[in-house]
């Protein structure tokens, strides 16, 4: 098991990434601006990527190497890129109709956290790995899981739901690395690929939005109810 | 044997994608669609009977095929093959021949990957399988490019991707779960996590249960993540929506199901039970509120598929022989009763060019065979006898009464009645209400009512007669998957 003999460095490098990953989390959540969304979700991106890498070398795991590598090219260059530009193709570059203030959503995403521990420690305490990088990277997993969700909630612009949906799947990418470092390979990299046919889709789609239902907000989607 | 017929059963739709788009001819398109889904049916159809008592691996392990798998095999490959005969009929009246073989190519795209979800042997691979249904089935959702017909996929792939990322934590969670037992690199196959289960803590795995739940539960349409069904259902072409309800939850139901049986493995625990038991109840209630106030005709036919996975749920839920089989046997007349109230819905929606069942009077005068063969198939579906569905509730009910989960019967007998008064006021009004407009159409062709008497024939057949031999089959099923050790 990695995580019970870790060299302290490399319990510290682990346990900053992560945090980064987390702030930058609270990032996205405190803007109102796409780009900027999009700004930290491509560091978060590279934050993953470095931890696959860092994970790789001090738990000798030398196939995270790749996976650090794709994490950084699809995550952090191809999805940012490609999503760039349906920002520009759709000239839309704020939330227009916000239902709770920025600085409301970050209080409400600090509770989040505040139960995201509460959880990962009682999950911890199980295998008495409370005070390890293991309860960290639970904590993390599963707080940006629910700042994802809160992002799919309060936000409406079809860019920020792809954002959020895209952070719930970081959260994942992060907490895999350090908990589960041998998971099959293989997985990891068709869950990659999974992605980038994902953003491929939500392109078209929201191609078809716009020229069909003429907005991108789904606040706009209300033709079917009941 | 076995292994042959697996490959030529998913090989067969892949091929017809490349033909499809190959040729890029509709005519074409349609045939090669149809003769795959005839030789998935023709292959999927003994793969109940050959399996056997053991689990046959294949292609370096990734493929299983056990009796589980080969039931809900069967049931797709069979809803594929009809869909896929009523779309012949169905499509053409569509007028969009120019875009067709896109359509059949997804269509095959489709009915792949229903067909191969269930197969996968890796967990992580069976969660990869689910997501590739939700990418094709958008776009066959999106086909008819209507405003609604986008608004429906953009919820669909919203509400599925982001509750399906919970199924991907709780599949991690297993998997680490596992890994204080097996090491840190292990094959996760449903065998292992098995054997590991009960010694990972019980903490752990409720926990992960709880988010496969949530998420797979997303996708089988359980309340209250059902959102995205009445719309995706409704939207779609009538061939599609055959699919998804038909092929698409039993494929996604099967992993909440073996996930059940991993959990159960390591010690008997109330919680998950528990779950799956609220879930199905108030996905029941869901279904029943919307059934009796509903005013699309296919809205009306998708809140009945969320009532009938809440069907499958409770049976899962209370568990036992009689609760896993009649659960597995409920998902088989669900099938086919199912496809056969959407050929009804796509054909009255074509016949009068609207989807209101305010608009829709006087089937009775009108489509007398049509009509009378959707009016069996909605008597049948809201579970009255001689119909299969009848004898699939009736047995999860009785699996139901025990003290821990007694209320849950009366609570879903309760509402069955409310479903079965509302249904049938619907069908009052469509068939004797006064025509005000006569219908568009007044011919249907063959391709279009044909799958509608294949489909209820089948359901009857189920009804009225149960061989020992399926009884025995479905018990072997709830032995080999939950409580009991292999």
């Known amino acids: ?188 990299i068709v869950i990659l690929f999974d992605l980038l046919i994902v953003v491929a889709c939500f392109g078209v789609l929201v191609g078809y939005l716009l020229t069909r239902v003429g907005a991108t907000s789904s606040l706009e989607l209300r033709k079917l109810v009941g | 044997m076995i292994g042959a017929l697996t490959y030529v059963m998913v090989a067969a739709p892949v091929a017809a994608i490349v033909g499809c788009l190959v040729l890029r001819s509709a005519r074409l398109s349609e045939a090669l669609n149809l003769v795959a889904s005839a030789v998935a049916f023709c292959c999927a159809l003994p793969l109940p009977f050959l399996v056997g008592d053991r689990e046959s691996l294949f292609w370096s392990d990734y493929i299983l095929v056990d009796r589980t798998t080969a039931w809900v095999v069967m049931c797709t490959a069979i809803v594929y093959f009809l869909a896929s005969v009523y779309a012949v009929g169905y499509m053409r009246l569509l007028n969009e021949d120019a875009r067709l073989f896109q359509f059949y190519a997804l269509f095959a795209g489709f009915g792949a990957t229903t067909l191969a979800g269930p197969l996968m042997n890796s967990v992580g691979i069976y969660w990869i399988a689910i997501e590739l249904t939700t990418l094709v089935s958008t776009f066959l959702v999106a086909f008819e490019r209507e405003a609604e017909s986008m608004e429906a996929a953009w919820k669909y792939i919203m509400v599925v991707s982001a509750g399906i990322s919970l199924a991907l934590l709780g599949t991690v969670l297993f998997y680490w779960g596992g890994s204080f037992v097996l090491g840190p690199t292990y094959n996760m196959t449903w065998s292992t996590l098995a054997a590991a289960a009960p010694q990972i803590n019980p903490v752990l ?171 069996a198939g909605a008597v049948a579906i809201t579970g009255a006898p001689p119909f299969g569905l009848f004898s699939s509730e009736l047995t999860i009910m009785r699996a139901g009464l025990q003290p821990a989960f007694a209320w849950a019967v009366y609570v879903m007998a309760a509402l069955l009645i409310v479903i079965f008064v509302g249904f049938m006021n619907h069908f009052r009004v469509m068939y004797y209400g006064s025509p005000a407009d006569p219908p568009i159409a007044r011919r249907l062709s063959a391709w279009c009512v044909g799958p509608m008497w294949a489909a209820l024939i089948a359901v009857l057949v189920l009804g009225l007669w149960w061989p020992s031999g399926v009884w025995n089959y479905l018990i072997a099923i709830a032995h080999s998957g939950v409580g009991a050790p292999r």
């Not at chain 1, 992560?18 to 900027?36: E, T």
């Not at chain 2, 009538?238 to 698409?248: F, I, Q, R």
């Open chain 1, 1 to 188: 098991m990695l995580i019970q003999h870790l060299h302290p460095l490399a319990s510290s490098l682990f346990s900053l990434l992560a945090i980064a990953s987390l702030l930058l989390s609270f990032v996205m959540l405190g803007s109102r601006w796409l780009r900027k969304y999009l700004y930290a979700f491509a560091a978060e991106s590279w934050m993953i990527a470095g931890l696959s890498a860092v994970v790789g070398f001090y738990g000798g795991f030398p196939e995270l190497y790749l996976v650090a590598l794709l994490t950084f090219l699809f995550r952090g260059l191809l999805l940012p890129y490609l999503i760039w530009r349906i920002i520009r193709r759709l000239q839309v570059d704020r939330e227009f109709h916000l239902i709770i203030q920025p600085s409301t959503s970050m209080v409400l995403g600090g509770l989040l956290v505040m139960f995201a521990l509460a959880v990962s420690f009682h999950v911890a305490a199980a295998y008495h790995l409370e005070l390890t990088v293991a309860a960290l990277a639970l904590t993390v997993m599963l707080s940006m899981k629910l700042i994802g969700f809160l992002m799919l909630a309060i936000r409406h612009e079809a860019i920020s739901q792809i954002l959020g949906l895209l952070v719930l799947e970081n959260g994942i990418f992060l907490g895999t690395q350090i908990l589960v470092p041998g998971m099959p390979l293989l997985i990891e």
């Open chain 2, 205 to 375: 795995l409720t926990l992960a249960f709880l988010l496969v739940l949530v998420g797979y539960g997303t996708k089988v349409g359980l309340a209250p993540m059902h959102a995205w069904l009445p719309d995706a259902h409704s939207e779609g072409p009538a061939p599609v929506s055959v699919m998804l309800s038909g092929a698409l939850l039993n494929t996604a139901m099967v992993g909440i199901f073996r996930f059940l049986a991993i959990v159960e493995f390591a010690g008997p625990s109330l919680v998950p039970q528990l779950a799956l038991v609220l879930l199905g109840a108030f996905s029941l209630l869901v279904g029943a509120l919307f059934i009796v106030r509903q005013r699309g005709v296919k809205r009306l036919m998708a809140y009945s598929s969320i009532e009938h996975m809440g069907v499958v749920a409770l049976g899962f839920g209370f568990g036992g022989p009689l609760g896993i089989a009649g659960a597995f046997y409920h998902m088989l007349n669900h099938s086919l009763n199912k496809s056969l109230m959407f050929f009804g819905a796509g054909n009255m929606m074509r016949a009068y060019g609207t989807k209101r069942i305010g608009q829709i009077r006087g089937v009775a005068e009108y489509f007398p065979t049509t009509g009378g063969l959707w009016l």
